[in-house]
């Protein structure tokens, strides 16, 4: 019984609505256009505050001798697999 009065308020509620954006539409696109408005202007402060606080980025890494050490034994490596397949028979 209970759930059926709160259908038929939201039904009723819901008419009334209607009737009176029907009957007054000028204010129905004003409130719409100033919502619209509002949020965009909410995610636009929201948005400059997330890059005014973000933490600054962190310098380039320098490259390290270990790096480079690494890259020799690359280098080597494919020299030794070109090498064994140059001396392999056919």
């Keep these: ?50 890059l005014s606080c973000r933490s600054p980025p962190r310098p380039p890494a320098r490259p390290g001798h270990a790096s480079e050490d690494e890259d020799d034994e690359d280098e080597d490596e494919e020299e030794d697999t070109i090498d064994r397949a140059a001396s392999e028979p056919l």
């Design 1 to 50: 019984m209970e759930s059926g009065r709160r259908d038929m308020e939201l039904l009723s509620n819901s008419m009334a609505a209607y009737a009176h954006i029907r009957a007054n539409p000028e204010s129905f696109g004003l409130y719409f256009v100033l919502g619209v408005c509002f949020g965009l202007v909410l995610t636009l402060c929201l948005l400059v505050l997330r």
